[in-house]
């Protein structure tokens, strides 16, 4: 190729010549006003070499930008290396992935697949005994809870309520009804829609409204098709707080119909006395409050609060009377207790 250049370069150097009028010197009028020099006498007996003319000089540059572009290695295209081409054929014939090549050519690492960490179920409660894991709860990262469904299994039978027992902060904790396991309640949700569970009552469409009496604040038990039947009467107090029993023929609740709060309930829809029986279940005295009370799951005690002993705690009465409430003492003040069930 480069002597094919070469050829024409010289072609190309003759013809500007023959062009320019001859290959001998070019005459004094033909060449430009700038390149014209003057005769220099010999020193000796050689001859001075005689000036190329410009077309000629043209000539010769044009040939060597034509060497030099066709010299340039040209880069190949679509080649591909045969290694490459090995390694993809393994790489689909084992099953494995195949990589893709990088922009300096260097084959990419093949990404490999990792195990999703399992997650680690919420434990319904903590106990307070157990410090190492309690803060891990009492302070978690917020995150939404799912719509619950029923209530966990292992919450039924234990007692929740509102304390302050960690700190300044109100918070909800459970216990047995014996005072073992004093727990920090760690799913939320279960809390309220126990109370909210002890307010329905177990036969369908019936439900419990506080209204005007004919003196106080009573109960009434408003039907589904209406009609509404007054439970008790209660004089110039009211009564509040009220809870169903589990088998739904009566309701526990608290008044002050005598003057201080005292815990009553209430037993109706016996065949035999069709007029709602009210009993008291906590004793009178002359300071003592006793509220919120909630059915066990038997139906065979009651749990409340009360501040007999200078400080809000949990007691628990039998509903037959055979012993006297028994306290629940805890470290804080302690209110609200719902029974699960």
Not at 95 to 123: D, F
Not at 199 to 217: F, M, N, S, T, Y
Not at 271 to 296: C, I, V
Request: charge should be negative; aromatic fraction near 8%.
């Amino acid at each position: 190729m480069r002597r094919d250049i070469a050829w024409l370069g010289w072609v190309l150097i003759i013809v500007c010549a023959l062009s320019a009028g001859g290959c001998g010197p070019a005459s004094d009028a033909s060449i430009p006003a700038h390149q014209k020099t003057e005769p220099v006498m010999p020193s000796s007996s050689k001859k001075a070499p005689t000036p190329y003319p410009t077309v000629v000089a043209q000539a010769l540059v044009l040939e060597t930008q034509l060497l030099r572009a066709v010299t340039c290695t040209p880069t190949a295209v679509g080649k591909t290396d045969k290694s490459e081409t090995t390694q993809r054929v393994a790489f689909l014939q084992d099953g494995s992935p195949t990589p893709l090549p990088s922009p300096s050519g260097t084959p990419r690492v093949a990404a490999t697949a990792t195990s999703r960490p399992t997650a680690t179920a919420t434990p319904l409660y903590v106990l307070l005994s157990d410090e190492e894991r309690l803060w891990d709860y009492v302070r978690p990262t917020r995150t939404p809870w799912p719509v619950p469904t029923a209530m966990p299994p292992g919450l039924v039978g234990k007692i929740g309520f509102r304390a302050r027992l960690i700190g300044s902060s109100t918070r909800t904790y459970v216990v047995n009804p014996d005072g073992s396991e004093l727990a920090y309640l760690t799913v939320p949700w279960c809390y309220p829609a126990m109370l909210q569970l002890d307010c329905e009552a177990p036969r369908q469409g019936a439900r419990v409204v506080q209204d005007r009496g004919r003196h106080g604040l009573d109960l009434f038990l408003l039907q589904a098709d209406g009609r509404r039947d007054q439970l008790t009467f209660v004089g110039e107090g009211e009564a509040y707080d009220p809870a169903w029993s589990p088998w739904g023929d009566r309701i526990v609740f608290a008044s002050n119909q005598q003057g201080d709060d005292d815990i009553f309930y209430v037993v109706f829809g016996d065949p035999k006395a069709p007029n709602p029986r009210t009993e008291q279940l906590t004793p009178t005295d002359d300071w003592q409050s006793e509220k919120h009370p909630s059915y066990s799951p038997d139906g065979t005690q009651v749990v409340y609060y009360s501040n007999a002993t200078g400080l809000r705690q949990l007691w628990i009465a039998d509903v037959g009377g055979e012993s006297p409430p028994r306290c629940l003492e805890m470290s804080g003040e302690c209110w609200d207790p719902v029974w699960f069930k």
